[in-house]
């Protein structure tokens, strides 16, 4: 774990995560496959459920966003539900691409236990049909329940 926000911001939250209190780590592959952790210690439950549905509110939106910036390319998104996790966990999917480039696939759990929030974001090339969405529900809930309130 290292302190702070990463370097590179997680795809589709890059303006929406606060530094203080965060700590993340980062995970990768030889190929094109990534994943970040992202957690963020607020001063309350009530604080940490506030940034988790604003975080919720990006990504949901991230799809449009992304659309609106980026002229020819194609977006879509998934809603893959809720998770009783601690104080609960939802999971999205984002799916983009560009002509003449390869499509790329995020998915995004996002969860809170007490003032901690954290997100998970993983990502490679493909589309919404390539995720593992039922293995990235099981990591979603692992790391939800291992946040110490």
């Keep these: 774990m290292t302190k702070g926000l990463p370097v590179t911001a997680p795809f589709c939250l890059e303006e929406a995560l606060p530094a203080t209190g965060s700590w993340h780590r980062v995970f990768g592959t030889d190929y094109d496959t990534g994943a970040t952790q992202l957690s963020v210690r607020t001063a309350s439950g009530s604080a940490a459920a506030s940034l988790a549905a604003s975080l919720e509110r990006e990504v949901a939106a991230c799809a449009a ?32 691409a560009i002509p003449d480039s390869e499509p790329g696939v995020h998915l995004f759990g996002i969860g809170r236990d007490g003032a901690t929030v954290t997100v998970v974001k993983w990502g490679q090339m493909g589309t919404l049909s390539d995720a593992p969405v039922a293995a990235f529900k099981k990591t979603t809930t692992t790391a939800v329940n291992k946040l110490n309130p």
């Excluded at 966003?65 to 984002?94: F, I």
């Design 65 to 96: 966003d992304w659309l609106r910036t980026t002229p020819g390319g194609t977006a879509s998104w998934q809603d893959y539900g809720k998770l009783t996790v601690e104080e609960g966990a939802h999971v999205y999917g984002v799916h983009t």
